[in-house]
Nanobody
Framework: EVQLVESGGGWVQTGGSLRLSCAAS????????IGWFRQVPGKGREVVSC????????YYKDSVKGRFTISSDNAKNTVYLQMNNLKPEDTAVYYC????????????????YGQGTQVTVSS
């Protein structure tokens, strides 16, 4: 059974940092690339960043470029999202999911997401 477990969210002030973790199990980690998504109440889920766990290729939403860094530790079956210089508009529930990574975008592979982790940035 595929499981993706997000952790690391919390409350920070504007300009602060958080590191999110996505621990994967139930599938061969190298068979799927992984992405981070976020959602606020009343809006659809949007992609934030994606990584090719085998080739290291990455994608970032324009508004997080230069502030967020995605990485993968294949030995731990875990993908991280380091978030620096956080802004109130980054406030959301963050999810990870299996994705398909293209040259300049990424798409969810299926409809499965983890339970999410809340990130709140106060002004």
């Amino acid at each position: 059974e595929v499981q993706l477990v997000e952790s690391g969210g919390g409350w920070v002030q504007t300009g602060g940092s958080l590191r999110l973790s996505c621990a994967a199990s139930g599938f061969s980690f190298g068979d799927y690339d992984i992405g981070w998504f976020r959602q606020v109440p009343g809006k659809g889920r949007e992609v934030v960043s994606c990584i090719g766990v085998n080739d290291g290729n990455t994608y970032y939403k324009d508004s997080v470029k230069g502030r967020f860094t995605i990485s993968s530790d294949n030995a731990k079956n875990t993908v991280y999202l380091q978030m620096n210089n956080l802004k109130p508009e980054d406030t959301a529930v963050y999810y990870c999911a299996q994705i398909t990574l293209f040259a300049d975008y990424c798409l969810p592979y299926n409809d499965y997401y983890g339970q999410g982790t809340q990130v709140t940035v106060s002004s």
